[in-house]
């Protein structure tokens, strides 16, 4: 099912009132499809894909024609959104035509219309990509529906996509291809075994049948990593160039692409000299440098054509102080150059998965980074961010368009991932570095005293680093002072029912080469639990380490972490007067593969002292030890849940 679906039902829900003209007269495919036995799908599935038929038509001049239908049947009333259909657009391709029918399970007949038609720009990125749609009438449980379109294109890089499968259970999918004499073509599957095509009049045929929906589960893969699809590459003698069998041929293509757009201007190199003077050491020069395209050139993506893919030049990105992903890339790679560093440009999908180790050559990136090369001895100390390469020597991995990522460290979403290096011979599919979890870590530290009636109060702080403190950053820079009050309160909220923020500090907020600190003082009323002249009261007071899955669920997916870290809390919490501790919860100790939680709660006479620290030392969670993680995540709740029991001491 095409990707633009669902980026966009819900958006039009609220967009398209779509004219409908009843009793219009249905295409039979659509009535057949309708007329299909029901199958049987679990009470949570809202929709259904009858058919999907994609037909792909190569031209001798290389203009690709498409033409799709899809039916689809509701299930439950929140099957409606899938009443809209999207196919977007640019100045390179056309919508023939997009037409919509439903048939309401009366057996009434309605045609759509009314086509809606917008921009995809935003305040942040100016595009030439539209987006038509057609949303139709009569859309309630146990109606089918069906879209159909045609659409011309030229594109940049001659591939296709078929993607079969999608968060709706799909019963048939089928892909015919159309070429004309001279072309060819190449097919990789992703996600699924490869299916034998059949030929039919001269055209190449696949189909596939009953393939289950992506359901929606926390923290698992992002969808595009784990459905399947078929990425056909269309080659040709008369026309090199624009097609690529492997990563290598993509570089090439890239390098081609971007040629010249790294030279400077007169102004950019003057910059270059007053930021990084030869009076600083060598990777003091670059990290000014690195921090000015981080932190001076704004981000703003202006995408029109080929834009999408070739940077700007450098003078001119330098000039304006604005650019996209590749344009601030581009301009640090510039100024660089001018300081004697090499550096390359690093495509990158910023959803772990999508692209890996056998992902077949397909322009599926969405963002670009630079890896600067360092000479030897030039940087006094080990950084998460370096890879080492076999030929090119310390490469530092660096994103200009993160904020928030200091210089020397990596954001999450590119550890553990795959990009593309594009170097003078072409291209290379490189393992992006993961950090150790040291490097991002929060440590928490609560000095807390319990009054008699139950009463919790005192101060609390957390030191946060690495991606924690890049996180902590991004939700809390740009908030004004009641917002950021909201967000301790509710962080406190998630584990107190009643409190009351006194006081909060932030330090280091703007300085991302520090860790980042938070402080707040608080009273939670009742917090201890008073039963028959004793205080219940639970040491872990704020933070849950477990993830966010329902254990009592089954899983369906890996599971996937943010990146490797470690969380600490050290708490004291000083006894009231009269009381001692009559009950402690035992220690706890889970270690598995993926990770270890370890925790303890002692008797210090008058203060009750409690301690703990997760550590995750993986990205994926593989299913053959989902086992392994729900007994992690349980033993974790079941700690945080634990109470301490106090009675009086006389």
């Not at 190449?204 to 969808?223: A, K, N």
């Not at 990777?283 to 704004?298: C, G, N, S, T």
């Not at 001119?316 to 996209?324: A, E, L, Q």
Request: proline letters at 6%; one cysteine or more.
């Amino acid at each position: 099912m095409p990707k633009n679906i669902i980026n966009c039902a819900v958006l039009l829900a609220a967009c398209l009132i779509g004219a409908a003209t009843a009793n219009a007269e249905v295409p039979d495919w659509l009535q057949e499809a309708a007329k299909q036995p029901a199958k049987t799908y679990a009470a949570d599935v809202n929709a259904v894909i009858l058919m999907e038929d994609q037909v792909t038509k190569v031209g001798k001049d290389g203009e690709i024609v498409l033409h799709g239908r899809v039916a689809m049947k509701i299930l439950r009333p929140e099957g409606r959104r899938w009443a809209n259909y999207p196919v977007f657009y640019d100045s390179d391709s056309k919508v023939s035509y997009l037409r919509g029918w439903s048939i309401t399970a009366k057996g009434q007949e309605y045609e759509s219309k009314d086509i809606f038609e917008r921009t995809v720009s935003s305040y942040e990125v100016y595009s030439d990509t539209k987006m038509k749609a057609v949303r139709v009438p009569g859309a309630d449980v146990g109606s089918v529906l069906g879209f159909e379109y045609e659409q011309k294109a030229r594109p940049y890089i001659f591939q296709d996509f078929w993607d079969f499968q999608s968060i709706l259970p799909v019963e048939k999918s089928r892909y015919e291809l159309h070429m004309a004499s001279g072309w060819r073509f190449k097919s990789d599957w992703v996600n699924h075994e490869p299916v034998k095509p059949t030929e039919e009049s001269g055209a190449v045929v696949w189909e596939v049948h009953d393939l289950p929906g992506i359901d929606r589960e926390p923290s698992r893969p992002p969808s595009e990593a784990l459905m399947g699809r078929m990425v056909l590459t269309f080659l040709s003698d008369e026309t090199p160039g624009v097609s690529y069998r492997n990563w290598r041929e993509f570089g090439k293509w890239y390098t081609h692409l971007s040629a010249g757009v790294r030279q400077p201007n007169s102004g950019l190199q003057e910059k270059v000299q007053e930021l990084a003077p030869g009076k600083l050491s060598e990777i003091e020069r670059i990290k000014a440098l690195a921090r000015f395209v981080q932190q001076d050139v704004r981000y703003v993506e202006i995408k029109i054509g080929i834009g999408g893919w070739r940077p700007h030049a450098a003078g001119d990105i330098f000039n304006h102080r604005y650019g996209d992903c590749k344009d601030k890339a581009t301009v640090l790679s510039s100024m660089l150059a001018q300081i004697g560093i090499k550096s390359y440009y690093l495509l990158v999908n910023t959803s772990r998965g999508i692209v890996d180790k056998n992902s077949p050559p397909q322009a599926n990136f969405n963002h670009m980074i630079l890896a600067i090369a360092l000479p030897d001895a030039s940087f006094p100390k080990p950084m998460p961010a370096l890879y080492e390469h076999p030929k090119l020597g310390h490469l530092l991995i660096f994103d200009p368009t993160n904020e928030f990522v200091p210089f020397g460290q990596i954001p999450p979403y590119e550890q553990d991932n795959y990009g593309l290096l594009v170097g003078e011979g072409g291209g290379e599919l490189i393992h992006l570095p993961t950090t150790k979890p040291e490097f991002n870590r929060v440590s928490r530290t609560a000095k807390l005293k319990l009054l008699p009636n139950g009463t919790l109060e005192g101060e609390i702080q957390e030191v946060r680093s690495g991606f924690e403190a890049m996180l902590g950053r991004y939700f809390l820079r740009h908030e004004t002072a009641k917002d950021r009050k909201k967000a301790i309160e509710a962080i406190l909220a998630r584990s107190t029912s009643t409190f009351q923020l006194d006081s909060f500090d932030l330090l280091n907020v703007d300085d991302i080469d520090k860790d980042l600190i938070i402080k707040y003082k608080f009273t939670a009323e009742r917090y201890a639990e008073n039963a028959g002249g004793l205080l219940l009261v639970r040491p872990r007071v704020v933070g849950e380490m477990a993830g966010a899955w329902d254990t009592s669920k089954p899983r369906l997916y890996p599971y996937l972490f943010e990146a490797p870290y470690v969380l600490r809390d050290n708490v004291e919490i000083s006894l009231p007067d009269g009381f001692k501790i009559d009950e402690l919860p035992d220690p706890v100790d889970a270690t598995f593969p993926f990770g270890q939680y370890v925790s303890k709660t002692e008797n210090g006479g008058s203060v009750l002292k409690y301690s703990r620290e997760c550590t995750i030392n993986a990205t994926l969670v593989p299913m053959n030890q989902i086992t392994e993680l729900k007994k992690f995540f349980t033993e974790i709740n079941t700690d945080e849940r634990s109470s301490v029991v106090l009675k009086r001491a006389n």
